[in-house]
């Protein structure tokens, strides 16, 4: 959530800061509810201090024996008037609050103007995409004869679930089992293993809700719980509603959890494999740290993403989102897109993002400036370090023969029991 004060104070840049999202604003009538808020503050105040000091004349009415009826009758006018205010001014709280609550991050400056992905900004490429003597197979391919099955996932739930077997199932468990061991033992991060249902304030904390309500998979109603979209939400409520000692910080988190989502949004895209799944494995990373850090975290983050694709040898390539592309809650991403010759194109596998204080204002998460005694706001960042499925999909696609056989690359030999081939 944006601050409040930035609308009172900045309207102008706010509206134009957003217009760069396209994102429909109205400023007129912000200031319409803006000022129907501030006029029924004031009336609210104006009525509690007439009651209170029609109250005090009664009780020195009283203290000299006359007649108080006529100020009684005076302070329940009064006080039916002030709690219709009240109601008023409680409705009025509400609808800036839907307001506010759906309005996305101001960007940062160095992300560049654009509608989609297209006009995304290639930073940087690493590795050589191979070269085969053959033409490559996808991941379907390779994997209908090797324990990858769609059929009985479809059987069991529906469709965009996958079965794994065999060693495609250790495979994809060594890919996780690298990430968590590089980014624990290396990068300093603190694993963690938190619950894969939350509630709705946690969802509303990172920014699915209310927005994103349609991506989400809704357990219960009483209490309304929902399967997690994202590590990223468990994770970063861990410090909600909490004030962190400076000294306490960067923290910094690890977690693998199956992630959930309804694709609402992607009907009739990546239909084909595990590209676009119900259900997924990842590997999310989170940093919360003070305001002044999180530019160099940014870097940071996304670079102990980049690290596991390095040791896997998997060509990659770094792109910085433009305005249109860059997600609701963040102020500034890097996506990580790995090459899957399969398709003969870079492909997702990773997003890292800078949230500044926005997901904070939200989630109350806080730390205490030993300058000025007083807690202030953190900022918050995460990225997939990185998407397991993914992850198995580029290994299965890189390390093809013509064969058709998968080749164990070196950095997962050893949680791979000895097997170096698959197939």
Not at 62 to 83: F, I, N, S, T, Y
Not at 147 to 160: P, V, Y
Not at 230 to 238: L, Q, R, S
Request: proline residues 5%.
């Amino acid at each position: 959530m944006l601050d409040p004060r930035l609308f009172r104070t900045e309207l102008d840049f706010v509206t134009e800061q957003l217009s760069r999202r396209s994102f429909n604003f109205n400023p007129a009538a912000y200031l319409e509810l803006e000022t129907r808020r501030k006029d029924i503050q004031v009336r609210t105040q104006d009525l509690q201090n007439e009651r209170n000091s029609r109250s005090k004349a009664i009780g020195q009415a009283k203290a000299k024996g006359e007649d108080v009826q006529p100020l009684l009758d005076q302070v329940q006018h009064l006080g039916d008037e002030l709690k219709a205010a009240e109601t008023t001014l409680a409705e009025i709280q509400t609808s800036m609050a839907a307001l506010m609550e759906g309005i996305p991050n101001i960007l940062d400056a160095a992300v560049p103007d654009g509608k989609d992905e297209a006009a995304n900004v290639e930073i940087s490429r690493w590795g050589n995409v191979p070269e085969f003597g053959f033409t490559p197979k996808d991941h379907v391919d390779l994997g209908t004869d090797k324990g990858m099955d769609f059929e009985l996932g479809a059987k069991i739930t529906g469709s965009r679930f996958v079965v794994l077997n065999g060693g495609l199932a250790r495979l994809q468990r060594a890919i996780i089992q690298l990430m968590l061991d590089t980014h624990t033992a290396e990068h300093g991060y603190s694993e963690t293993y938190v619950p894969f249902l939350v509630n709705a304030d946690s969802l509303r904390g990172t920014g699915q809700l209310p927005k994103f309500a349609a991506d989400l998979f809704k357990a219960s109603d009483d209490p309304a719980l929902y399967l997690i979209p994202t590590a990223e939400v468990p994770v970063t409520n861990i410090v909600r509603d909490v004030i962190v000692e400076a000294k306490d910080l960067p923290l910094k988190f690890v977690c693998h959890t199956p992630c959930f989502r309804s694709e609402a949004g992607a009907y009739g895209r990546d239909v084909r494999g595990m590209i676009r799944q119900h259900q997924f494995e990842k590997v999310e990373i989170v940093q919360i740290v003070k305001p002044e850090d999180s530019v160099q975290a940014h870097e940071e983050l996304t670079q102990h993403a980049e690290t596991i694709l390095q040791k896997l040898n998997l060509p990659y390539r770094k792109m910085l989102l433009c305005a249109g592309d860059t997600g609701f809650s963040s102020a500034k991403t890097y996506d990580l897109e790995v090459w899957l010759p399969g398709q003969g194109a870079y492909r997702e596998i990773s997003s890292c993002s800078n949230f500044k204080d926005f997901q904070a204002r939200r989630l109350q998460a806080r730390w205490r400036n030993p300058e000025t005694g007083k807690p202030e706001l953190v900022h918050t960042l995460n990225g997939s370090g990185l998407a397991a499925g993914r992850t198995l999909i580029a290994v299965m696609e890189n390390y093809q023969d013509a064969g058709g056989r998968i080749h164990i690359p070196e950095a997962l030999k050893p949680y791979m029991g000895g097997l170096d081939i698959i197939g």
